[in-house]
């Protein structure tokens, strides 16, 4: 038809939601600034300190208003209206450059709103159920250092839960790293849902993926948990109608409806992170990853983040990583990654994995309590093994 390559809905699709980024690092960086311009009003911090967050907002604003110009969309329907003018009406090819002329239109009035609506309304779809695909990843931090992530590919279908474990400097964080694009490959791919990452659409993916960091005091934002929790929906610009109900149905998922209305700063550790669940849930990700989310928990907030990891399991509406020093919490894993030196050395069931307790040994990795005291009476001449939680232990230790 024409050497040209014409445009597609799908250019104007990845158009939109690299818009849409740009303008939530705007969102972001300007309320950063207001934040910063009240500490700066209660001399809480010094004028440097709010000409920084004017830097960054300045930053965000010029990358915004240089993401606005993009002169594809008009060349695109300048090259069909071209081609349209110079065919024959008899031409058996007419009704294709009539048509693709259309949609050069539809684009370019498409592109136009796009820019008035700042992104809003981009979206990308799932391919297959295959939530994370990973081929022979490897990364390094610096050139003459050895693999921190080394050769690592594995395949996991979409609502698995997946733990992840491995001595220290094993590689887990930084293969999470890897796999929300904060770091990107030495070599090697990742697909998500059947999309290949790229850089231009690592952003766009990350739509995809909600992460929970180890510290809770790290990952508020609003003044209220209501408040925090909307944080992310109004930078996604979701309709002010419809984000009531997703803030109560995030809530409820973690137990923490009813204090929607207090200081997130006045929580225990454990609640702190059950808001931090809350957040990411209410964008409804459909890959969650949990670094050492309940690392820094005392017994209790552990056990209650460890319970809403289970229900959120149960649903199978998200697919879960979690990276964990906690050998007890692998138990309600359906699978198990094992990483030493950054290599993936070993990946099946926690029974399949806890079966070789001297290989997990050799790697420097406890076994969980219950495989412990499984051990110690097997030991004693005892035949009791594969309990999944203590319960089952107990009711296994109370037939003999
Ligand atoms: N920013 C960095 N610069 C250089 N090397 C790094 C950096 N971060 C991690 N490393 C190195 O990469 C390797 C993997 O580290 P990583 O943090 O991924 O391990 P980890 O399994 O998460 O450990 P931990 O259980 O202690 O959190 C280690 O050898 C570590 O020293
Ligand atoms: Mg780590």
Redesign the pocket.
């Known amino acids: 038809m024409s050497e040209y390559k014409f445009l597609t809905e799908s250019d104007l699709n990845d158009f939109k939601l690299k818009l849409n980024d740009l303008n939530d690092n705007l969102t972001r960086s300007g309320k950063k600034l207001i934040i910063a311009k009240s500490k700066f009003a209660k001399r809480e911090v010094n004028k440097d300190f709010v000409k920084e967050y004017e830097n960054y907002y300045k930053e965000a604003k010029k990358q915004f208003n240089e993401g606005c110009k993009n002169d594809l969309f008009q060349q695109n329907l300048y090259e069909a209206k071209k081609l349209y003018n110079s065919v024959n009406k008899n031409d058996s090819n007419f009704k294709e450059i009539l048509n693709n002329y259309k949609v050069a239109k539809k684009l370019y009035k498409g592109y136009k709103e796009a820019v008035k609506e700042r992104g809003f309304g981009g979206e990308l779809s799932a391919l297959n159920n295959v939530a994370l695909k990973l081929q022979n990843i490897k990364f390094k931090?610096?050139e003459n250092?050895p693999f921190?992530v080394d050769d690592v590919s594995i395949e996991i279908e979409h609502g698995n839960y997946i733990a992840i474990i491995?001595h220290?400097?094993?590689?887990?964080?930084?293969l999470s790293k890897i796999i929300i694009g904060v770091l990107e490959p030495t070599q090697g791919s990742i697909e998500v849902y059947g999309n290949k990452v790229t850089k231009s659409n690592i952003n766009i993916i990350r739509k995809f993926l909600g992460i929970v960091f180890q510290n809770p005091d790290n990952q508020f934002i609003g003044s209220t948990v209501r408040d925090d929790i909307a944080f992310g929906l109004e930078n996604r610009r979701i309709e002010p109608s419809k984000m009531n109900d997703i803030i109560v149905n995030a809530a409820k998922k973690v137990n923490m409806e009813n204090f929607l209305d207090h200081e997130p700063l006045m929580l225990s550790g454990g609640q702190k992170q059950r808001v931090a669940i809350a957040s990411a849930l209410a964008l409804s990700p459909n890959i969650l990853i949990f670094d050492e989310a309940t690392s820094m928990l005392d017994p209790k907030g552990k056990s209650e983040v460890k319970q809403i990891m289970v229900e959120l399991k149960k649903t199978r509406e998200k697919t879960i990583f979690s990276i964990t020093?906690d050998m007890d919490e692998i138990l309600n894993a359906d699978k198990v990654m094992v990483?030493n030196k950054g290599k993936l050395v070993s990946f099946g069931t926690p029974k399949e994995i806890l079966s070789d307790k001297n290989f997990l040994r050799s790697i420097h990795l406890d076994i969980p309590f219950v495989a412990q005291v499984e051990e110690a009476l097997q030991n004693l001449g005892l035949d009791i093994s594969g309990s999944e939680n203590l319960d089952e232990l107990v009711d296994k230790i109370c037939q003999i």
């Not at 220290?168 to 930084?174: A, D, M, V």
């Open positions: 931090y610096r250092h921190a491995g220290n400097g094993s590689g887990k964080s930084t020093h990483m």
